[in-house]
């Protein structure tokens, strides 16, 4: 993994900035914001925040509507906070992967990746309880799995290393049969772009009026068709 950004709160400059909340139980993100250097607390968002798959919803679409619901989840709760949200999904030839229920589903998921290029989408929400302001973003990262050898199916498997991640593998595990290609985003892939965040960020202020992509009324109107 390459270096992470370190970036400024914003309003850090002010005598009272908003403490970065970190509504995720995600071990990966909080050791992304850690390694970053970025002091938060944590307070995930209830499960109910994360329903399932929703018919006619994209990969994209889904991941913006659930880094939404997650952080509306926990602002909820709160009375001061920047809150960030994430959520991460695989997809591959049309199926949207998120994490296996069990060694059979995460074998099905490594079946249908091995020897394919696909990609990992990361929605983030960053909501300021202060100001009611927040932005939606995904990010895409794109991947080659090498054809897995039944060898290495069933090691992975055994190792249970696929439990509560997206598409039953973990990037950070250093598997030689997994790279991201090109220059896109790694910590992308493991729950966060850093990058991104350090963006959306900086210009918190400019963009928090407007949803980036996609819009609120695709989140809202897919989380209406959620099953
Ligand atoms: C693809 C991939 C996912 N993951 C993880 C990141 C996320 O923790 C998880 C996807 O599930 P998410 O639902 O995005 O997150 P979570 O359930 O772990 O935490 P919360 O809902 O509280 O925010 O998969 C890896 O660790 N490595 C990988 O290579």
């Known amino acids: 993994m390459t270096d992470l950004p370190r970036a400024e709160l914003p309003g850090s400059a002010s005598p009272n900035p908003e403490s970065l909340i970190l509504a995720s139980g995600s071990p990966r993100r909080a050791q992304l ?22 018919s006619r919803e994209t990969a994209p679409e889904m991941v913006a509507r659930l880094a939404y619901r997650k952080a509306a989840d926990v602002v909820a709760r709160i009375d001061d906070g920047l809150v960030l949200a994430a959520d991460t999904v695989a997809s591959c030839v049309g199926n949207i992967l998120g994490k296996p229920h069990n060694r059979d589903h995460a074998e099905e998921m490594l079946r ?43 090691e992975h498997l055994d ?30 892939v493991v729950g966060l772009s850093m990058e991104r965040l ?23 109107s897919s989380d209406s068709s959620c099953s």
Not at 33 to 54: K, M, R, T
Not at 198 to 219: G, H, V, Y
């Open 198 to 220: 350090a963006e959306l960020l900086e210009n918190f202020e400019q963009n928090a009026e407007k949803i980036t992509t996609p819009t609120i009324d695709s989140i809202e």
């Open 112 to 154: 249908l990746l091995s020897g394919r290029n696909h990609d990992v989408f990361t929605g983030i929400c960053l909501w300021s309880r202060r100001h009611e302001k927040f932005v939606v973003d995904v990010v895409r990262t794109r991947l080659q799995m090498s054809e897995l050898t039944e060898e290495q199916l069933n």
């Open 33 to 54: 914001l850690s390694a970053a250097g970025y002091e938060f607390s944590v307070q995930p968002a209830a499960d109910s925040a994360e329903c399932g798959i929703c």
């Open 159 to 188: 190792s249970l290393r696929w439990e509560g991640k997206a598409g039953a593998f973990g990037y950070q595990d250093g598997n030689d049969w997994l790279n991201v290609i090109g220059n896109d985003s790694e910590s992308n």
